[in-house]
């Protein structure tokens, strides 16, 4: 019988992947006996001729894994995984709780990842008659939209904008 005292503390990590590397990670940990999560939820992509359903990462570059904190540096040795997410030198832990309410959450139809704008944050404007725009949070206006001004004609106008069609633009500190 084994003493519940001395099995290993396993524990959610979140690992920082690749661009566009998630499933293969998620694939390779679930091949090395890791439990891997990897929440996923369906878009609709337009292209010019039709519209496909895609299954893409629920939150893109991130994976979690549970593992005992003794493992997870050999978990680094996988190709397509840059780091775990750490606070001061330690990978956090994710509670069970938050991995089970992500997976009920999937189960809905109306799912979708808000970035947490703030006023005055630079945006990129992806899709609609404003693709390739850049512009300002100007306003929030409820839950789903923003009003953001537009900055490449000059002028302050200000459009509403679907939270999906706008993704904010990461400055770089020099």
């Not at 893109?60 to 775990?84: A, E, M, W």
């Not at 997410?85 to 990842?113: C, H, R, W, Y």
């Not at 002028?155 to 500190?173: G, R, W």
């Amino acid at each position: 019988m084994t003493n519940p005292d001395s099995a290993p503390n396993l524990n959610w990590h979140i690992l920082y992947t690749y661009p566009r590397y998630e499933r293969k990670v998620h694939n390779h940990l679930l091949r090395n006996n890791f439990n891997s999560f990897l929440p996923v939820h369906t878009i609709v992509k337009q292209w010019s001729d039709r519209k496909k359903k895609t299954e893409v990462p629920l939150f893109p570059n991130y994976i979690f894994v549970q593992t005992t904190t003794n493992k997870c540096f050999r978990v680094l040795d996988f190709h397509g995984i840059s780091h775990f997410i750490a606070f001061n030198g330690n990978p956090v832990v994710v509670g069970d709780e938050v991995i089970q309410t992500i997976k009920k959450m999937m189960g809905t139809s109306n799912l979708s990842v808000e970035e947490r704008l703030i006023v005055g944050d630079k945006v990129l404007i992806q899709g609609g008659i404003f693709d390739g725009l850049t512009g300002i949070v100007y306003r929030k206006n409820g839950r789903s939209r923003f009003c953001v001004q537009i900055s490449a004609i000059n002028q302050i106008i200000s459009v509403d904008i679907d939270t999906s069609d706008v993704s904010m633009i990461k400055l770089v500190k020099q």
